[in-house]
């Protein structure tokens, strides 16, 4: 699905003074390589050895060379100022992808040639902050999209070459996620609950690429309880029913997320299934992680579903009968919806 190439270059410089001058206090400017680019670096004797995708390493090759003739000009190098450097980079390239969904609006098409793109301000916020953070919570009713647009973004990046793989996460409440006594092997244990999700994949890729990808392991849908202890580099990851987990496994989730990678949450948060008492990780998230850079919330009301009419009828008249309830209806605490709340 990527067209990304996988690519090797050694920066030179004279000396180990110049080196130690270039890579800053602590190994700065490497950290910096790592987190922006999702690069291997290493430095030794007056060589920086950089791996990974072609177009990172280009791109650090050229800030690593600018770098050494600005210390041979006399000029100094300050971690501050790489940095900056590497963000105004990162965000021509989110803008030029913006550039490319808004000039006609579409995401991509589907397989039946259907255009894709937002039908709402909302949506078209949501697929901006897609775009643009690192982490995503969407946060609305049945019908609204979040999952569908999230998983056309991750098809649409991953063959433009941004991410070599697409993880789709489900939590399986109903069966407490222990799938023992269900028949069949793990595959036919999980798959009612991943369904959805294949669903989605379906509008984008026939059944036979979906098949290739998961053997060749560049999509993998994977229960949520299955996530534990792994690191996933170079990877769009999406969990759907976000509102299903508990707090600690949306921060078991979240902390999953590796270099050079994109996450998205979705969920609805009147439509819990966790027992009595237990207070949903999306919920949860929604107060916790606002304020910190790269993380963005979008809220999604009854005016963005998209699906059949009567969907849009059947939410207003649950949501009346919820009134009295936590007044969690998708939007956030002040009632505003159909926002981006960034942070």
Known sequence: MTSETTRQNVVRLRNTDEERAILGRADGTLRLLRRYLGLRVFARKGAITLQGPAAAVEEATILLERLRERLRGG??????????????SRDAREERVDADVATDGRILRARDDTPIAPKSAAQARYIR?????????????????????????????????????????????????????LPGDLTQKVSPYLRPLYD????????????????????????LAYMRGRTLDNAFIILDEGQNTTPAQMKMFLTRMGRRSKIVVTGDVTQ????????????????????????AFCMLGREDIVRHPLVQRIVDAYDGDESGGDGSDGSDESGESGEEQRA
């Open 75 to 88: 000029e100094p190098v300050a971690e501050i100022e790489v940095e900056r450097l590497l963000r105004r």
């Open 129 to 181: 902050a897609v775009e643009k953070s690192d982490i995503v919570f969407s946060i609305g009713p049945a019908g609204t999209g979040k999952t569908y647009l999230a998983v056309a973004m991750a098809i649409r990046l991953m063959k433009r070459g941004r991410y070599r793989k697409l993880v789709l996460v489900r939590p399986a409440v109903e069966a407490g996620e222990h799938l023992g006594f």
């Open 200 to 223: 989605a994949l379906g509008d984008f890729l026939e059944f036979t690429d979906v098949r290739r990808y998961q053997e060749r392991d560049v999509i993998e849908v994977v229960p």
């Open 272 to 295: 819990t299934d966790l027992p009595p008492g237990k207070r949903s990780g999306l919920l949860d998230v929604r107060d916790r992680l606002r304020g910190i850079d790269g993380i």
